[in-house]
C-alpha cells in the first residue's frame, strides 16, 4: 500500500476519490447487473468504453442505463471508467518493466500526454512522479530490514 495521498494508505485498485462501491439500491441497477457492467469494464480498460456499449451489457438504453449506474455508484460511467484506468496504471506504475507511454495504452488512453493530465487531475501528481515516489518508498522500507 502506498501512503501518497496526504498520509493516507491507498489501496493499489482503489477507485478514484469519491467514488463508492456498488452497492443495491432502491432505484438503481441490481447489484448483478452493476456487478455485469464493472467486470466487463475491468476486462476491457484498454478499449475505448462507449456509454452505448455499456448499456447493451445489461440491454438497456445508454440514457436510462447512465441515470441508474450513477445512482447506484455515485458517479456517472465515464468517471467511473476513468476512476477504473487510473487505480489499474497505478498498480502497473508500481513496476519499471513498461514506460509509461506503454501503460497510458494498455489502460485506455490514446496518448501518453492525455494519460498524465487525467492521472494528474486525479491524483495531483504525473505518472512519473507517481513511479518515482513508490520506487523511493519501496527503497527505504526495503533498506531498513
Given amino acids: ?18 467514488l463508492r462501491a456498488a452497492a443495491p439500491t432502491s432505484g438503481g441497477l441490481p447489484g448483478c447487473r452493476v456487478r455485469q ?3 466487463f469494464i475491468e476486462r476491457n480498460l484498454d478499449k475505448d468504453l462507449p456509454l452505448a456499449e455499456l448499456a447493451a451489457v445489461v440491454c438497456m438504453s445508454p440514457f436510462h442505463f447512465a441515470r441508474l449506474f450513477k445512482h447506484s455508484t455515485g458517479v456517472p460511467p465515464h468517471r ?3 476512476g477504473q484506468r487510473i487505480a489499474r496504471a497505478r498498480v502497473v506504475l508500481t513496476t519499471r518493466e513498461l514506460s509509461i507511454a506503454q501503460i497510458s495504452r494498455m489502460v485506455g488512453f490514446r496518448t501518453p500526454g492525455h494519460f ?15 513511479r518515482a515516489a513508490v520506487t523511493r518508498e519501496d527503497r527505504l522500507s526495503g533498506g531498513g530490514e
Fill in 1 to 18: 500500500m502506498s501512503t501518497l495521498t496526504g498520509g493516507e494508505p491507498v489501496a493499489p485498485f482503489a477507485p478514484e476519490p469519491g
Fill in 80 to 82: 467511473f471508467v476513468v
Fill in 116 to 130: 498524465t493530465t487525467v492521472f494528474r487531475r486525479v491524483l495531483g501528481i504525473t505518472p512519473g512522479a507517481f
Fill in 37 to 39: 457492467v464493472t467486470e
